[in-house]
């Protein structure tokens, strides 16, 4: 993948900018984002190692000094991506953009309101940028099939949802009538806080049904949990499944000529012996 010319009306400042940017097959683009990417892990390493105590009162103004360096660094970047790019606007609002901004608002913001640095953390979300040096682009096919599979069975799973909350809320009703505030199930929330908490079969343990009822119910609560996890999966599966089929687009699982199999989802010969994968249609 080669980077788009940038546009005439660019001055050489702006031009040259661009390829560095946004030229990531270029050999100045690769060595960018490199830095950049070494620029990101030391700059979340910073942040995380800040949070721990005896390195904040041993090294705090050194982690802070840290903070500050990368934080100006990014945010001339993302003016420099601003200028530079063909369509500043839209790099704006594109999700990358906001990315770039959420990336260094947090320390301006922790000047008002401290402690709100530590969401810099989210500048680990920037590393998909610099995927593409590590060649990670190749997988992209495999994600937009999770996400056109996501797409696809985005109906059904919000109908799932609204019945397990339905669910949720009639058992959450039941076991504040039946155990009540004696036994810690003090309020409906209260109760439907638990339901959800025995549903997804996580179990704190903080509120526990007393009464043998409250404990039939509850073993019926665990079960159904057991039984609701098996379905989103069920349903994003069919779906990836079909998106395959979609993708493939008439093209055969096997190839005729060798046999051979696990070709890519886009693949339009085989590459092993080059013989074509389409499927012919029938006169």
């Not at 990531?24 to 990417?37: H, I, M, N």
């Not at 339905?166 to 439907?192: C, H, Q, W």
């Not at 395959?244 to 096997?254: I, P, T």
């Amino acid at each position: 993948m080669t980077v788009p010319e940038p546009p005439e009306k660019f001055s050489r400042l702006r031009k040259r900018l661009y390829v560095i940017i946004f030229g990531a097959e270029t050999p100045l683009g690769k060595a960018f984002d490199l830095l950049l990417l070494a620029a990101i892990i030391l700059s979340v390493a910073a942040v995380m190692l800040d949070s721990v105590t005896l390195i904040r009162l041993r090294y705090g103004r050194l982690l802070l000094a840290a903070e500050w360096f990368f934080t100006v660094l990014f945010t001339v970047e993302y003016i420099v991506r601003i200028y530079c790019a063909p369509n500043p606007w839209r790099y704006v609002r594109s999700f990358y953009g906001i990315v770039d901004l959420l990336s260094i608002v947090p320390t301006y913001i922790s000047l008002i309101l401290p402690g709100t640095q530590y969401l810099l953390v989210l500048r680990l979300l920037r590393v998909l940028r610099v995927f593409r040096v590590l060649k990670i682009v190749q997988y992209m096919g495999e994600a937009e099939l999770l996400v056109a599979a996501l797409r696809n069975s985005r109906r059904k799973i919000a109908v799932f949802l609204f019945a397990v909350v339905t669910i949720i809320v009639v058992f959450g009703s039941i076991m504040y009538l039946v155990e009540g505030a004696k036994n810690g199930f003090t309020s409906i929330p209260r109760s439907i806080y638990w339901t959800i908490v025995t549903i997804t079969t996580v179990g704190y343990g903080d509120i526990s049904p007393a009464t043998p009822l409250g404990q039939f119910l509850a073993s019926i609560v665990m079960m159904v949990g057991y039984a609701i996890i098996a379905v989103p999966t069920s349903i994003v599966s069919v779906e990836m499944a079909q998106a395959v089929r979609n993708q493939k687009g008439g093209m055969a699982e096997m190839c005729p000529q060798c046999g051979a199999k696990d070709h890519d989802a886009d693949a339009r010969h085989c590459k092993y012996c080059g013989f074509s994968l389409r499927i012919p249609k029938a006169e």
